[in-house]
């Protein structure tokens, strides 16, 4: 997808630069999602912070061997300003049947 995370690196405290498949790339500050407490209260510690990794098969940053992470949607929104492809996003399996329509005979 073209918001896969794709390359991480520390910039300063806890905000990392991130890179994206389709090429777009920015800094996210982590703070505002740390600092809302439960499980990512850990990560107040800058080196426990520095401790993440891209989850090869989610796309997306993880602390704590892939115990927790934050959306690639949402980390492209938050260093870039856009939402990636809509579309794609709200994409489904199949189109879903007409409010009020009855396929009974």
Do not use: C
Not at 77 to 93: D, H, M, R, S, Y
Request: proline share 6%; no cysteine; glycine share 8%.
């Amino acid at each position: 997808m073209n918001y896969d995370v794709v390359t991480v690196e520390h910039v300063d405290g806890l905000r990392l630069k991130l890179s994206f498949a389709d090429g777009a790339s920015g800094e996210v500050d982590f703070k505002p999602f740390i600092d809302k407490g439960g499980v990512f209260s850990v990560l107040l510690d800058v080196e426990q912070f520095k401790l993440y990794s891209i989850d090869p098969d989610w796309n997306t940053i993880t602390w704590n061997d892939g115990e927790l992470d934050i959306a690639p949607e949402t980390l492209y929104f938050e260093a870039t300003g856009a939402w990636p492809n809509k579309e794609q996003i709200l994409n489904v399996a199949e189109t879903p049947p007409e409010y009020g329509s009855s396929s009974s005979k």
